[in-house]
C-alpha cells in the first residue's frame, strides 16, 4: 500500500514537471516566432537590394555575416527557378559579396539545417571549388545534408565526383533515386568514371551503372555493358545491360543481344533483349526476332513482335507477313504490334498536322 | 502602363519577377495564391496574369479555368510559370485556355519577351 502522503507528493512532482515543460515550450515557442520575424524582416531588407545588384554590378551590399547566412537562403531559392544570364548575375553577386566563401565556412557550422543549406546553395550555384567539400558530405551524419550534397554534386557537374557518389549507393546512406539524378545529370562526361567505379562494385550499383550508362548513350561503354550482358552474376545486371545496349543502339550489340536471346535464358533477359533489338534495328536483327515471335513465353514474343513494329521497313514486312497467318498467338501479337505502331504513327501526323 | 498581375507563392521569386517587371516599365500587382489572384485580378482588371501553376488554397490552373469561366475576365491574357515540365501537363495548361506557358527554371529576360509577344498578340488581334 501506497501511503497518501507518497500519493499528493507524487502528484504534485507531475505537476510541476507538466508546468515546467509547458513553460519552456512557450518560451522556445516564443523565442522561435520572434526569431522568425526578425529573420523575415532581414530578408524584406536584403532581397531589394540583392535584386538591385543583380542588374548594376557597380553596387557593393557589403553584407554582415549575418546577411550572409540569411542571403543564403534567399540566393539558393532564387537559383533553383531562375536560368539564363539572371543566374549568372546572381552567381556573380554571392562571388563578389562574399556570400559563396560563407556558404563553404557554413559547410562546418553545427546546425545541420545550416549545413544542408549552405551545400545546396554551393550546388544550385555551381561552385566547382566546393566540389571536394561537398563530397566529404556525402558521409554527413545528417540525412538531408548528405542528400543535399548528392543533389549539389550533380548540379556542379564534376565527374570526379562519381566514385563517391556510388560509394553513397554502396553504403545506402543517400536516397538511391537522388544519386541517379545527380549522376546523370553529370552526363555523358562521367561515362568513363561510371566504367570504372561500377566494375567492382556490388551488382545494385553494376545494375544503376548499366542504366545511366544506357541513357548516356555513350559508346564508351559498349565493352563494359556486353561484359555484363553476357557474364554478370546477377540477372538484374544482365537485364539492365541488355537495355542499355538498346538505348545506345550500336550496330555492334546484335550478337550479343542475340545471344541474349536464346532459348536457354530467363525469361525476363530474352524479353528485354527482344526489345533492344528492336532498338537498334537494321537486317540483321530481322531474323532472330523473327524467330523469337515463336517463342511459347507471351512475354518474349509480344516484345518481340513489337520490337519488329519498331525496327524500320523490312521488319515491318515480315511482322504483316505474321498478321497475315494462320490464327495463332504469333498472329495476334503481330496484329496487336502492328496496331499499335499505327497508332502512334497517326497521333504523330496529327501533331504535325497531317 | 500596361498592368501585370503575378500570382506566386515563393516569395524570393515573386519579387524577383515583380522586380524585372517594374524595371521594364509594368505596372505590377501580386498574389501570393489563386484565390488571391482572381480577387486582386476582378479589382484591377490587369491587361496580363502570370500564374505559378503550384500555389495554395487555390492553384494557378484552378485559377485559369476560373477566369475563362469568368465573363469579365475571360479575355484577359493568361501565362502560367511552373516546374511542370511534362508534355501533358503542358497540355492540361493549354487545354485551360492559357496562352502560353513558361517551365522553371525560367530566364526573366525570356519572361519578358513572351509577355511582350502575348500583349503584342492581344493588341493585334483587338
Known amino acids: 500500500m501506497i501511503s497518501s502522503g507518497v500519493l499528493v507528493a507524487l502528484t504534485i512532482a507531475i505537476g510541476c514537471a507538466l508546468a515546467i515543460m509547458g513553460l519552456v515550450t512557450s518560451v522556445s515557442k516564443v523565442a522561435r516566432g520572434r526569431h522568425d520575424r526578425r529573420q523575415e524582416r532581414r530578408y524584406q531588407e536584403l532581397r531589394p537590394r540583392l535584386l538591385a545588384a543583380i542588374d548594376d554590378s557597380t553596387i557593393r551590399l557589403n553584407l554582415s555575416p549575418r546577411d550572409e547566412k540569411a542571403m543564403i537562403s534567399i540566393a539558393r531559392n532564387l537559383l533553383s527557378a531562375i536560368r539564363g544570364d539572371d543566374r549568372e548575375a546572381v552567381v556573380a553577386v554571392l562571388e563578389r559579396e562574399g556570400v559563396v566563401d560563407a556558404a563553404m565556412h557554413q559547410t562546418h557550422a553545427r546546425s545541420a539545417v545550416r549545413r544542408a543549406r549552405a551545400v545546396e546553395l554551393l550546388g544550385r550555384a555551381g561552385v566547382e571549388r566546393a566540389a571536394v567539400r561537398v563530397r566529404q558530405l556525402l558521409k554527413d551524419p545528417d540525412f538531408d545534408v548528405r542528400r543535399s550534397a548528392a543533389r549539389s554534386l550533380g548540379f556542379i557537374g564534376h565527374p570526379g565526383a562519381i566514385p563517391d557518389l556510388l560509394s553513397a549507393i554502396e553504403a545506402r546512406n543517400?536516397?538511391?533515386?537522388?544519386?541517379?539524378?545527380?549522376?546523370?545529370?553529370?552526363?555523358?562526361?562521367?561515362?568513363?568514371?561510371?566504367?570504372?567505379?561500377?566494375?567492382?562494385?556490388?551488382?545494385?550499383?553494376?545494375?544503376?551503372?548499366?542504366?545511366?550508362?544506357?541513357?548516356?548513350?555513350?559508346?564508351?561503354?559498349?565493352?563494359?555493358?556486353?561484359?555484363?550482358?553476357?557474364?554478370?552474376?546477377?540477372?538484374?545486371?544482365?537485364?539492365?545491360?541488355?537495355?542499355?545496349?538498346?538505348?545506345?543502339?550500336?550496330?555492334?550489340?546484335?550478337?550479343?543481344?542475340?545471344?541474349?536471346?536464346?532459348?536457354?535464358?530467363?525469361?525476363?533477359?530474352?524479353?528485354?533483349?527482344?526489345?533492344?533489338?528492336?532498338?537498334?534495328?537494321?537486317?540483321?536483327?530481322?531474323?532472330?526476332?523473327?524467330?523469337?515471335?515463336?517463342?511459347?513465353?507471351?512475354?518474349?514474343?509480344?516484345?518481340?513482335?513489337?520490337?519488329?513494329?519498331?525496327?524500320?521497313?523490312?521488319?515491318?514486312?515480315?511482322?504483316?507477313?505474321?498478321?497475315?497467318?494462320?490464327?495463332?498467338?504469333?498472329?495476334?501479337?503481330?496484329?496487336?504490334?502492328?496496331?499499335?505502331?499505327?497508332?502512334?504513327?497517326?497521333?504523330?501526323?496529327r501533331r504535325r498536322g497531317g | 502602363m500596361k498592368k501585370v498581375l503575378v500570382v506566386e507563392d515563393e516569395e524570393d521569386v515573386?519579387?524577383?519577377?515583380?522586380?524585372?517587371?517594374?524595371?521594364?516599365?509594368?505596372?505590377?500587382?501580386?498574389?501570393?495564391?489563386?484565390?488571391?489572384?482572381?480577387?486582386?485580378?476582378?479589382?484591377?482588371?490587369?491587361?496580363?496574369?502570370?500564374?505559378?501553376?503550384?500555389?495554395?488554397?487555390?492553384?494557378?490552373?484552378?485559377?485559369?479555368?476560373?477566369?475563362?469561366?469568368?465573363?469579365?475576365?475571360?479575355?484577359?491574357?493568361?501565362?502560367?510559370?511552373?516546374?511542370?515540365?511534362?508534355?501533358?501537363?503542358?497540355?492540361?495548361?493549354f487545354s485551360a485556355g492559357i496562352d502560353d506557358y513558361i517551365v522553371k527554371p525560367f530566364s526573366p529576360k525570356e519572361l519578358l519577351s513572351r509577355i511582350e509577344a502575348v500583349l503584342a498578340r492581344v493588341r493585334i488581334s483587338k
Open chain 1, 174 to 349: 543517400v536516397p538511391l533515386n537522388t544519386v541517379t539524378m545527380a549522376i546523370a545529370r553529370i552526363g555523358p562526361i562521367g561515362a568513363g568514371h561510371l566504367v570504372d567505379g561500377c566494375n567492382g562494385g556490388i551488382p545494385l550499383v553494376r545494375a544503376i551503372c548499366a542504366e545511366l550508362l544506357g541513357l548516356n548513350g555513350t559508346t564508351h561503354a559498349l565493352t563494359t555493358l556486353t561484359t555484363w550482358l553476357r557474364d554478370d552474376d546477377s540477372l538484374e545486371v544482365r537485364i539492365r545491360a541488355a537495355r542499355a545496349l538498346g538505348r545506345v543502339g550500336a550496330p555492334t550489340s546484335v550478337d550479343p543481344l542475340s545471344e541474349a536471346l536464346r532459348e536457354s535464358e530467363p525469361v525476363a533477359l530474352r524479353a528485354v533483349a527482344a526489345k533492344a533489338l528492336g532498338s537498334i534495328g537494321g537486317v540483321r536483327t530481322v531474323s532472330v526476332l523473327r524467330d523469337a515471335l515463336n517463342a511459347p513465353q507471351p512475354m518474349v514474343a509480344r516484345n518481340a513482335a513489337h520490337a519488329l513494329a519498331a525496327a524500320g521497313p523490312a521488319a515491318r514486312e515480315t511482322l504483316e507477313y505474321a498478321a497475315r497467318g494462320r490464327p495463332s498467338a504469333r498472329a495476334s501479337y503481330a496484329r496487336e504490334a502492328l496496331s499499335a505502331v499505327q497508332l502512334s504513327e497517326r497521333i504523330a501526323a
Open chain 2, 14 to 93: 515573386r519579387e524577383l519577377v515583380a522586380f524585372k517587371l517594374s524595371s521594364a516599365g509594368y505596372d505590377v500587382t501580386v498574389a501570393v495564391d489563386g484565390e488571391e489572384g482572381l480577387a486582386q485580378a476582378r479589382r484591377i482588371r490587369p491587361d496580363l496574369v502570370l500564374l505559378d501553376w503550384m500555389t495554395p488554397r487555390l492553384n494557378g490552373l484552378d485559377a485559369a479555368i476560373a477566369m475563362r469561366a469568368d465573363p469579365e475576365l475571360a479575355a484577359i491574357p493568361v501565362i502560367l510559370l511552373t516546374a511542370k515540365s511534362q508534355e501533358r501537363d503542358v497540355e492540361r495548361g
